[in-house]
């Protein structure tokens, strides 16, 4: 059984919702934030990357971020640009980049399930993002971000999202990104209510790091509040939530900036010695689970995983991120932790292999993987086995905007 709320968004002004969306905080860095909103006073890059409004001197962790943020998003209200709902309700929000098209439903869910596993996760998160997090909430007393979660999806749920988007929407745009981006609101949910209690289970498929923040709120909040009930705002967090079969995930991709001391003839030997038949390629993707291509010297080349296992592996195992990581990364290039090391970076799918190219052949990096993305199936038994992924394994596109719905508490 699944619990989802409906609540009253906070949020732009028909006309002014394209100008106040913004990408996701976490997937822009400092200086990409302020170049994209530098000629936009709505953008909500002002609230969520705050930084940006202050001197490179300020870390983005210093106090001063968090008050800035808290005044920019009062500012959007004074000015009339973010209005409150005057009714709870659920919103339907739909996301179409080229052929790829996915609807959820943004609500509330409760954190008491996130706290019992009940909204099953699949990755580690750090201390110091969970930190930034927890204290964006608790300073702007508003959730401003969307957790990206899924479910397996139902007949039921589907007519009842087919019911809402054959009326018309509250916004309808195109982001400079070229994703279409089309929100219906209802004030109709006990339905979807009830055709959620018919749902073991919600999976994160993005937001580790908003959901732990939320909990962590929510537990600093319930402590200064001496006549908690467990139905104020603070127990629920905002998420938006997509049937997993509508969902498509893009490659993780990783650069490693030296080769530990060997040279490409002994890296390319290493390899073949752990258990991958080495192949040239004029392919920069893979083609199938269990390969690989990695860029080395202005060259491609592919990796075959061959090794027979004497018992069948887990599906932690099985993934192809895991087996880089257990075969390469740590015993030939000597990365123990690919969280902390810095050695080793991440690339997003969607920046395609031209950026591995450019980043190795720039020198700023010596080697790169270009990965099979892991599936969605993938993900769901990962978490239903209550295991983690190693980090990096998953990147979504088409990205939820930020800014379109907020929830205050």
């Known amino acids: 059984m699944s619990k989802i709320k409906p609540f009253k968004a906070l949020r732009p002004i028909g006309e002014r919702a394209k100008k106040v969306s913004s990408v996701p905080y976490d997937v822009v860095n400092r200086d990409e934030a302020r170049e994209i909103a530098k000629n936009n006073p709505l953008s909500f890059l002002h609230v969520s990357r705050s930084e940006i409004d202050l001197t490179d001197d300020v870390n983005p962790y210093n106090d001063e971020v968090y ?9 959007l209200q004074a000015d009339g640009t973010l209005r409150l709902d005057s009714e709870p309700s659920f919103y339907i929000y739909r996301l179409k980049m080229g052929e790829q098209i996915q609807t959820s439903i943004v609500a509330t869910c409760a954190i008491d399930e996130y706290d019992a596993d009940l909204i099953k ?24 971000g969307l957790i990206f979660l899924c479910y397996r999806g139902t ?15 509250v916004y309808d745009f195109v982001s400079e990104d070229e994703i279409s981006h089309t929100i219906w609101r209802t004030t109709a949910t006990e339905s979807l209510v009830s055709a959620f209690k018919e749902i073991p289970f919600i999976y994160i498929a993005d937001g580790h790091h908003r959901a732990a923040g939320a909990s ?13 009930t467990g139905e104020e705002d603070y127990n629920f967090v905002i998420a938006a939530l997509f049937p997993a079969e509508q969902l498509k995930i893009l490659a993780y991709n990783r650069i490693v900036k030296d080769l530990n001391g060997l040279n490409t003839e002994q890296f390319l030997q290493s390899i073949n010695e752990a258990g991958f038949i080495v192949t040239d390629t004029e392919n920069s993707v ?35 991120v895991s087996r ?14 690919v969280r902390t090391d810095k050695r080793i970076d991440f690339v997003g799918g969607i ?58 508490i």
């Open 67 to 75: 008050e800035r943020a808290k005044q920019n998003l009062q500012a």
């Open 121 to 144: 996760k699949h990755e580690k998160t750090r201390p110091d993002k969970e930190n930034d997090r927890t204290k964006h909430i608790v300073t702007m007393q508003a959730q401003t």
């Open 155 to 169: 007949e039921t749920i589907n007519d009842l999202i087919e019911t809402v988007t054959a009326t018309e929407p």
């Open 216 to 228: 962590r709120a929510r537990a600093e909040m319930q402590s200064a509040n001496g006549h908690h």
């Open 286 to 320: 893979p083609e199938n689970q269990g390969e690989i291509c990695v860029y080395l010297g202005g060259k491609w080349r592919k990796m075959t995983f061959n090794v027979q296992y004497f018992v069948a592996p887990t599906v932690i195992e099985s993934l192809d």
């Open 324 to 337: 880089l990581e257990t075969f390469i990364l740590k015993p030939i290039l000597g990365i123990e932790d």
């Open 351 to 408: 920046r395609g292999t031209e950026e591995l190219e450019k980043l190795v052949d720039s020198g700023k990096a010596e080697v790169a993987f270009s990965m099979f993305p892991t599936t969605v199936e993938q993900l769901l038994a990962v978490s239903d086995d209550n295991r983690i992924m190693p980090p990096k394994s998953t990147w979504f596109e088409p990205k939820l905007r930020d800014g379109l719905l907020i929830h205050k």
